[in-house]
């Protein structure tokens, strides 16, 4: 049985937060709930689905269903880091498909902003009875040192250069510009980019997302309600995951989890890359863009920098527009994860409702991919192929 | 610059964890053991139980504390910088580890590099690599 067409994003919010001292995470999921229902026209007893990840408080549905009053027939709680809300939507039309839901809401939220933490540049331990820990933590794994270490094998393998991923921040800031939540809306150019602090070689400070507060949520129903309502039609006609590790030690930082996720997203949509008219592409860092879009087909494996470059992601200027809001590397990553706005964004473009100098022609085809968890050690990639109907 | 090596915490302790307390008793007796399968004969890191290729049962021998650098991060913003790295080892595997010991912005991918262990703060001493 194939779940294209399965389901519908009938609402999509984005928090425009970026610095919550005032909320707690439950109040932050909350208020994303209400937009999406408000986006969608639908209420909240119309809720019978909910989906969260690790980003949700305490036992994540059962706190969130309890905090919420929701009456739900289903909940999934999915955890593959920022790359959860794309699994999410899969997940959302295999239960609308098997009949357990009609009308699910998948939810993100945090506040690590305000929280002071060091995302990208602290070591956590975790929880030691995870089995890597006592073999990694010693070594001082941070977020970023473990995404250098994949532009570092790159750059070796396919000569890969920091001025090729910096134009990957330069066009996620020329259509920051544009959105007045952003964090960063100044237009960069690559010295800019190359001329930034290290962090950990070879990824610079602008090579980095942002860190922030904030969230988003979405409601996914079946066809039937998705027609009876008063919104636009994106339709979800492909959806893929694929978790990636380090493969017993035939560790290959040259590829993602892409590779595994965007088949089976690309033949359950039939459509394929050339197609795409927009696409969200997770932004943690400036490599995770880069491999994700060669891993995804839309270049061959090893030229991604020249595909990139001279500004090809910027709208209106390049083939393929890209995170037109600024994305994690401008806008936002609200929890340390960034899947789900991707996802909004993809929405925003399909519906013409991105902002309009960023709004892409006749979108009708988009791709929302997440990649979430460490991309040099254990992440997951998830792929989500969306259609204006 | 000279080489400043940082302190290094271990987590959790080696006894808590009947699977790995050979390697960590190996490593403070100053050995470095890897995990091979005795059925389909691959050797495998970080070590298991069980064979991560085939669910064989596994036997522990020494390596040869041989290999070379994968790939390759200094991190510089850290109160004392240190080189992460993938070490794929003679044997096969690749490992995380430190380069430790040596001008850190001298290293390359592709270098030969061998076994120094390093002590911790609250465990054994932990496997790290140096330039031949």
Known sequence: ?389 | MAYVQRKISFAGAPDTNPETKPFWDACAAGKFLIRRCTSCKKAHWYPRGLCPFCFGTCAWEEGSGKGKIYSLSVMKRAEVPFAMAYVELAEGPKMMTNIVDCDLDALKIGQDVKLKFVPTEGGPPVPMFTPV
């Open chain 1, 1 to 389: 049985m194939s779940l294209k067409g399965a389901g519908y994003i009938v609402g999509a919010y984005e928090h425009p937060t970026r610095r919550a001292t005032d909320k707690s995470v439950a109040l932050l999921h909350t208020e994303c709930a209400k937009g999406a229902l408000e986006d969608a026209g639908l209420t909240k007893d119309d809720i019978d689905g909910y989906f969260c990840a690790g980003d949700a408080p305490g036992l994540g549905p059962l706190s969130m269903v309890d905090y919420m009053n929701l009456r739900c027939r289903h909940v999934d709680s999915t955890d593959v880091g920022g790359s959860s809300y794309q699994v999410a939507v899969g997940h959302a039309l295999e239960s609308i498909a098997a009949g357990r839901c009609s009308i699910a809401l998948i939810t993100l939220a945090g506040r690590p902003r305000s929280e002071g933490m060091a995302t990208g540049t602290a070591t956590r331990a975790g929880n030691v009875a995870q089995p890597d820990v006592q073999f990694e933590y010693p070594y001082g794994p941070t977020v970023v040192n473990m995404y250098a270490m994949c532009a570092a094998r790159h750059m070796y393998e396919y000569g890969t250069t920091s001025e090729q991923l910096a134009w990957i921040k330069v066009a996620a800031s020329h259509h920051a510009q544009h959105n007045p939540h952003a964090m960063l809306r100044d237009v960069v150019t690559v010295e800019d980019v190359v001329k930034s602090p290290m962090v950990s070689t070879p990824l610079h400070r602008l090579d980095c997302c942002v860190i922030s507060d904030g969230g988003g949520a979405l409601i996914v129903a079946k066809p039937e309600i998705a027609k009876s309502l008063k919104r636009p039609l994106v339709k979800v006609i492909g959806v893929g995951e694929g978790p990636k590790g380090q493969m017993g030690g035939d560790v290959d930082l040259t590829y993602s989890g892409a590779r595994w996720s965007g088949p089976p997203a690309w033949e359950m949509s039939g459509v394929k890359p050339s197609d795409i008219k927009y696409a969200s592409i997770y932004d943690s860092f400036t490599i995770t863009v880069l491999m994700q879009l060669e891993d995804l087909g839309f270049c061959e494996k090893g030229q991604g920098g020249k595909f990139v470059s001279d500004g090809n992601l910027i709208s209106g200027v390049g083939k393929l527009p890209f995170n037109t809001d600024g994305g994690g590397l401008c806008s936002n990553h609200p929890a340390n994860r960034g899947g789900i706005t991707k996802i909004i964004e993809a929405v925003r473009q399909l519906r013409g409702e991105a902002h309009p100098s960023v709004q892409v022609k006749n979108c009708n085809l988009a791709l929302a991919h997440g990649t979430g968890g460490s991309l040099g050690t254990r992440h997951c990639g998830s792929t989500v192929i969306l259609e204006r109907e």
